[in-house]
């Protein structure tokens, strides 16, 4: 579960071989105490919540990043190293 990158206290990670529970290329956010899946696609919540100000910043991030998302996307599927991406600044 390795850490893609922090900012304005939230977490983002992406898990390894991580297609079973959900099939759509997506990463974990996390802060404080709530957690969230967002789909790098389209940068919705699939599963959980986080408070709507830090949604909108993953959602920000996700956008500036989708890129470099996917192409993390892929070498997790197949059990390689990510690479970090920027924060948001």
């Not at 997506?26 to 802060?31: D, K, L």
């Amino acid at each position: 579960m390795p850490i893609v990158t922090m900012f304005y206290g939230l977490i983002i990670r992406m898990y390894y071989f991580d297609t079973d529970q959900h099939h759509l290329p997506h990463i974990h956010a996390e802060y404080a105490d709530d957690n969230a899946v967002f789909n790098i696609e389209d940068g919705e919540i699939v599963t959980g919540k986080l408070p709507k100000n830090k949604t909108r910043l993953v959602q920000a991030w996700i956008e500036l990043h989708r890129e470099e998302l996917m192409a993390d996307w892929k070498l997790a599927c197949e059990g390689l190293d990510i690479f970090k991406i920027e924060p948001l600044k």
